[in-house]
């Protein structure tokens, strides 16, 4: 069998052999400018206990961004990321009914491979199980192929739990794939392991409860929840590990192409949460829009 990815390094011959592929998603007109004219606009958003906090790790650095300067609107592309029960599940729906992208969770598609009971699920679940990455050679393909599709490529994405390691990111920008933005949800570990231990799902309705914050409204709904099976108290605090260990190198990788990244306290409500990001999405468009004037002009 082979082993769940432990940490963010995979093979370089591995890697190269899954970016060695044509790219998929044309660029055209691309040009190179200036992201961040707007010191407010952050292009990685970093929501933590800390509260608001704007760092700039690279200020010294001349920014490198791309963006596309073609007549039609491109559609967004977001990545989202957080340790497990940060929030990005409830974040995701308010940033999809708002704008309409097509919502992507690396842990649902993987989900769903266990349930179909496929070979790749009997490996995911090895690895879940473990609360370890999964391999590459699994969740690249999948969520390459679901990037590809054509919903994802008219509407816009926002990618959720995706890249989790630097290898990740690396091989799906060989495939053409990079964010326009990367935010990140950071909230304290104690919460988060009582967030996630009192986690329920809905089987009927696909709704996320909290027995203790967010209980179910009837009787009935109360008796058919769910409980992930590694939404554990054990698991869970290997899934942190893992995320803790990963972390970094994902965010090194988009430092690349940021400025700026912003601290906002995530653990405030989910209004107030989905405000900042709502305001970050506002100021990227509100910058193509200024580009396009610019180019047509
Ligand atoms: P999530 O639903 O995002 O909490 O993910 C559940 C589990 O799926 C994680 O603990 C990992 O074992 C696996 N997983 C999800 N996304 C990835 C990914 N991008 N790479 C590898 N494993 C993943």
């Known amino acids: 069998m082979a082993a769940c990815n432990v940490n963010s390094v995979y093979s370089a011959a591995s890697v190269s052999a899954i970016v060695a592929q044509p790219k998929l998603q044309s660029r055209t007109s691309l040009s190179r400018y200036n992201p961040n004219p707007n010191p407010k606009f952050p292009n990685i958003l970093l929501f933590s206990s800390r509260g608001v906090d704007l760092i700039s790790r690279r200020s010294s650095r001349t920014p490198n961004f791309l963006v596309l300067g073609s007549s039609k609107a491109e559609p967004l592309r977001v990545m989202i990321s957080g340790a497990p029960a940060s929030g990005k599940g409830t974040q995701c729906e308010l940033i999809t009914q708002k704008y309409g992208l097509v919502h992507i969770a690396a842990g649902d598609l993987l989900r769903a491979e266990i349930a179909a009971g496929s070979e790749n699920g009997r490996r995911a679940k090895e690895c879940m199980e473990k609360g370890q990455l999964v391999p590459d050679e699994i969740v690249v393909m999948m969520v390459k192929e679901r990037l590809s599709k054509p919903d994802s490529q008219e509407k ?24 326009d933005i990367f935010i990140l949800l950071d909230v304290p570990e104690g919460i988060l392991v009582e967030r996630v231990v009192g986690r329920r799902l809905d089987p009927v309705t696909g709704k996320i409860y909290h027995i203790k914050y967010s209980p179910p409204e009837t009787e009935e709904i109360a008796s058919r929840l769910t409980q992930r099976f590694d939404d554990t108290e054990e698991k869970v605090k290997l899934r942190l590990n893992t995320h803790n260990e990963n972390v970094e190198a994902v965010l090194s990788i988009y430092e690349d192409i940021t400025i700026k990244a912003s601290h906002i ?24 829009k200024a580009t396009s004037g610019s180019h047509a002009a």
């Open 156 to 179: 816009g994405w926002l990618l959720d739990g995706y890249p989790r390691s630097s290898s990740q990111a690396i091989a799906l920008k060989g495939y053409g794939f990079e964010p």
């Open 265 to 288: 306290n995530g653990n405030v409500s989910k209004e107030d949460v989905f405000a900042q990001i709502d305001s970050a999405l506002q100021n990227l468009l509100q910058q193509r």
